[in-house]
């Protein structure tokens, strides 16, 4: 696919100032700073607009990243000094006057927008596997950005009239949960703009730059360290159980350029086939959540898979957001996660869903200021070179944004389908809500279908779709 760039606009906020701002990040988001959130495409079809549609979308983004001047940050390495003495590298975003700006790329492209959507969705609503290889999306974001833009966005029209929108935060100034947040202020921005009987703009948080968590007049500092080193947490710091712990000195290393070997593939299930696998699961404990049991069984399968293979099993890392267990309000780059480390173990699949569900319950309030406090009594990244050392692992994300079909509207325009760019490392799964293709009374966060992307060797896919409940999937293979 052939896409041409048309115009090249700097992202500003409208009620742009020439004055320079600066936030030195809390612990936890320095740690994160350097960490990419997936990048998503979004597609929409068209609805007879497309002369003004880029237009329209670059000015009310602009008009909402008033809301979002953070995202357009450069980061700058900073300090500080702890009581003792003690000297600690941390991180500090800077926005403002005429270096702080994104990119906006108008771009076009003669291919048709269903050439990109999986047949199914075209033609009817059913279980399938998706072989994605030939169906590569690098063409709607075909360059890096440069060193100095925070943030680029990339809408691409097509023949057709629809087109697609690609956000990308080089410096992931943004999670997944941020980037849904400022979609949803840039489309009732846009609404309120364009279309008068959108005027009711939705109830939207207000963004606090940062707020710090690590605990206040801290009492036993030793009880704090042994309950975090207790846990078999791999993030914030990017570590496996037995790994030696992070040191930024290691920054200056290049990472290994880790590739997945499969091709790109995505699952999408029903509400149906969705809940009758986790319900499955879930028969031998009631406290198993539907995300957990079905997280568990895909990880079971890959793991028979690999034993087919003569291949040892792997363990899984699930994630856990600050935000949901401290209810923290809208912060400077998203909500920071931690990565929860299960090694595989003896019994079957529900037994083991009732071990991830007990391992995710040890992370409370306590578990979270803990390793907050342990990750503030060191160095905190200084880019985003790591030490090298990564154990295979079957690994899960809980979706590109937290986002509601209903609520990412563009007057007329709703999404029809969001993809991840590329998959960066085999075995990970990114498992989002599939958009609506209709009406449902059903209020599950499912409602109309999961989507899991991944990656796996061919031989693993192959040998894992002989599991009895993918029997259910049409495999579909693009020519």
């Known amino acids: 696919m052939r896409v041409e760039e048309v115009n090249t606009l700097p992202l500003r906020p409208e009620a742009g100032t020439n004055d320079i701002n600066s936030v030195l990040l809390p612990v936890i988001d320095s740690w994160f700073a350097y960490r990419r959130t997936p990048t998503p495409v979004y597609m929409f079809r068209d609805q007879g607009d497309s002369a003004t549609i880029q237009s329209r979308l670059y ?8 809301k979002f001047p953070q995202l357009l940050a450069n980061l700058e390495p900073a300090s500080i000094t702890l009581a003792d003495g003690t000297s600690l590298k941390r991180v500090r975003a800077c926005w403002g006057g005429e270096l702080s700006k994104g990119q906006y790329v108008e771009a076009r492209t003669n291919a048709r927008i269903q050439a990109l959507l999986p047949p199914s969705i075209i ?42 929108i690609v956000l990308d935060l080089e410096h992931a100034l943004a999670d997944a949960h941020a980037v849904g947040l400022l979609l949803r202020h840039w489309t009732a921005t846009f609404n309120e703009m364009y279309y008068a009987a959108d005027r009711t703009r939705p109830e939207l948080p207000e963004i606090i ?26 993030r914030p710091d990017c570590n496996d159980a037995g790994d030696a712990p992070f040191s930024s000195s290691e920054d200056t290393k290049s990472s290994p350029g880790y590739k997945p070997n499969g091709n790109a593939h995505l699952l999408h299930l029903t509400a149906q086939d969705y809940d009758r696998i986790s319900r499955e699961v879930r028969l031998g404990d009631a ?4 995300k957990i049991a079905f997280m568990t069984f895909l990880w079971d ?22 935000r949901s267990v ?42 979270f200021r803990s390793i907050a406090y342990d990750a503030s009594r060191r160095d905190s990244p200084t880019s985003s070179a790591r030490s090298g050392r990564r154990r295979q692992r079957v690994e899960f994300t809980a979706g590109m944004d937290d986002r509601s079909s209903s609520a990412l509207h563009f007057g007329q325009h709703s999404p029809i389908f969001c993809a991840p760019i590329f998959i960066p490392v ?20 499912h409602r109309s279908g999961v989507d899991v992307f991944f990656c796996l060797p061919p031989q693993i896919l192959n040998d894992m779709l002989l599991d009895s409940h993918l029997s259910c999937a049409e495999v579909i293979q693009d020519v």
Request: proline share 5%; charged share 20%; with cysteine.
């Open 301 to 322: 399968a890959v793991n028979r898979a690999r034993s087919r293979n003569s291949l040892n099993p792997i363990g899984l890392t699930v994630v856990k957001c600050y």
């Open 123 to 164: 033609t009817k609503n059913a279980t399938y596997l998706w072989n994605r290889s030939n169906k590569s999306l690098h063409s709607l974001f075909p360059q890096t950005m440069p060193s100095h833009s925070g943030l680029r966005v990339q809408v691409t029209t097509f023949r057709c009239g629809g087109f697609s």
């Open 209 to 234: 730059p940062g707020q710090e968590i690590v605990p206040k007049d801290i009492i036993d500092s030793a009880a704090l360290l042994h309950k975090a080193n207790s846990l078999p947490t791999r």
């Open 59 to 66: 000015l009310s983004l602009c008009r909402a990243l008033n």
């Open 326 to 367: 401290l209810n923290l309000p809208e912060g400077m780059i998203g909500c920071p996660i931690v990565a929860v480390n299960e090694e595989v173990g003896d019994g079957d699949t529900s037994e083991r869903a009732s071990r991830v569900r007990a391992l995710m319950d040890l992370y409370d309030e306590q578990a």
């Open 426 to 445: 085999d075995y990970l799964f990114i498992m989002a809500e599939s958009y609506e293709k209709g009406e449902g009374a059903e209020a599950k966060w």
């Open 287 to 290: 406290q198993v959540t539907d």
